[in-house]
């Protein structure tokens, strides 16, 4: 069964970005986000950042702090996992 | 863009959270940190980061803005001549000049800010103030906004239009600038230690404005081979091999042969600009010592290669140059002094601005 918060943050990703000819299920979990083929730059990163802290209430310290929970959709729901309020999380 | 021929230093001033030249210097030697956390907001608030304000200056917004006296106590020093007139130009440099006045108009609707809010309407006021005449030019290209003041001020006077110029930038920070590096998660609440090798990255902001009067033969030092690079790799990233750093060093490191030098780096505390500026100047000028100042003043972005000039005179002048205060071991090359040192046998300070999207920018002083 589909992790709902990884399902979630495909979505997010797809529409907060507006990604062109990209659905959220072609996503993969492990694919680097940033550097990958889906071509994100680091204003992207900028844009995903803001956007996942008002969301799910959390803090990223730093733009190390970021690059790490930016590493793939299965590391930014375990960073999402570990910092948000359980109730804001999907499912 | 092409090195810029040589050109001579009459007088260079600045002003900073420390106070002016010989008081910032005097404080760098001491080791003395600018910075002090500070909401990122100002009286909105938010997470605390490390700001470095000039005379007791508050963060938030004023009309008009309230480091007009600042700014005035920094002209003061400027030697008298009859600037902005035809053979007396000025070039005007700012990363932000008085975008902060344009958002105190967005958040709180007063026109007042808008007098200040463009940069055409700020050095216009600027000027005004000042009592400039009318040959003003408006320069701004990021944080090395100063070095291309200086670098087309070198070139009027060799081209014959100016018999002396004045470079005059500035920059202080207001709840715009902060959020804006905020948001970028670059200002958090560490402060900077620059060329360290450490997990985190952080940067400090800090005012600052800096004046440097230049003409072709007058003037205890002198100001050679500028030089301007612009990688056009990305619109924010540096080439991940640093060939735009050294591309920049190249001019200076030709026309620095066989001097004893010292470098005065652009070293904000982020990690991977300072990683590469680092090797870049490493690989440039292997015996020489590199310092940052930014560890102490914070960033004074688009004013700081001004800034830093001045404080590179004064440490000449005195024969003794701060360290990186607030750099920590273990740092990206040893080459990184973290204490102050003589500048008594060196002969010469390249001195080094990078920005957003891969500009870079460098030049050598040496005595005249």
């Not at chain 2, 030697?29 to 938010?46: K, M, Q």
């Not at chain 2, 870049?280 to 800034?307: D, Q």
């Amino acid at each position: 069964m589909p992790d709902p918060l990884k399902t979630k943050l495909k979505q997010l990703i797809v529409t907060t970005l507006k990604l062109e000819d990209v659905k959220a299920e072609d996503l993969s979990d492990d694919e680097p986000l940033i550097g990958s083929g889906l071509n994100l730059d680091s204003i992207d990163a900028l844009e995903l950042v803001v956007t996942l802290e008002k969301e799910y209430g959390i803090k990223i310290k730093s733009s190390e702090e970021s690059r790490v929970a930016l590493g793939s959709i299965s590391h930014l729901a375990e960073f999402i996992r570990s910092r948000a309020d359980p109730a804001r999380l999907p499912g | 863009m092409l090195p810029a021929a040589a050109v001579r230093l009459e007088a260079a001033g600045c002003i900073t959270g420390l106070g002016d030249t010989a008081a910032t210097h005097a404080a760098l030697l001491r080791g003395e940190r600018a910075l002090a956390l500070s909401p990122v907001l100002g009286a909105e608030g938010g997470e605390l980061v490390p700001l470095a304000l000039g005379g007791g200056r508050n963060l938030d917004e004023t009309a008009p803005p309230n480091w007009l006296p600042l700014v005035q106590r920094l002209a003061a020093a400027i030697p008298a001549d009859e600037w902005g007139s035809p053979t007396r130009p000025v070039f005007v440099t700012s990363s932000n000049f008085g975008v902060g006045s344009l958002y105190a108009f967005r958040r709180g609707g007063d026109p007042g800010h808008l007098a200040y809010g463009t940069p055409s309407l700020c050095v216009e006021w600027l000027a005004r103030q000042l009592g400039w005449g009318s040959t003003v030019t408006t320069l701004s290209h990021a944080c090395v906004s100063a070095h291309l003041g200086l670098t087309l001020a070198a070139r009027a006077l060799h081209a014959g239009l100016a018999e002396r110029a004045l470079v005059f930038s500035f920059d202080f920070i207001s709840p715009f600038v902060t959020g804006g590096f905020h948001a970028l998660k670059i200002l958090n609440a560490g402060f900077p230690a620059p060329y360290a090798d450490r997990p985190t990255g952080s940067i400090g902001l800090g005012d600052g404005a800096g004046f440097a009067v230049l003409s072709r033969d007058r003037g205890e030092f002198t100001i050679s081979a500028q030089s301007l690079y612009n990688e056009m790799h990305h619109f924010t990233a540096n080439r991940a091999d640093g060939a735009g750093f050294a591309a920049c060093l190249g001019p200076v490191q030709a026309a620095a042969s066989g001097r004893r030098l010292w470098l005065k780096g652009h070293g904000t505390g982020t990690l991977e600009a300072g990683r590469l500026e680092s090797a870049a100047l490493a690989a440039a000028f292997p015996e020489a010592p590199l310092v940052s100042w930014k560890g102490s003043l914070g960033h004074s972005l688009g004013s700081c290669g001004v800034v830093e000039l001045a404080l590179a005179v004064e440490s000449i002048r005195t024969g003794r140059a701060p360290g990186t205060v607030g750099g920590v071991a273990p740092c990206f090359t040893p080459q990184v002094a973290l204490e102050s040192f003589s500048t008594a046998g060196h002969d010469g300070v390249v001195c080094t601005s990078n920005a957003f999207g891969g500009a870079h920018a460098a030049f050598l002083l040496t005595h005249a």
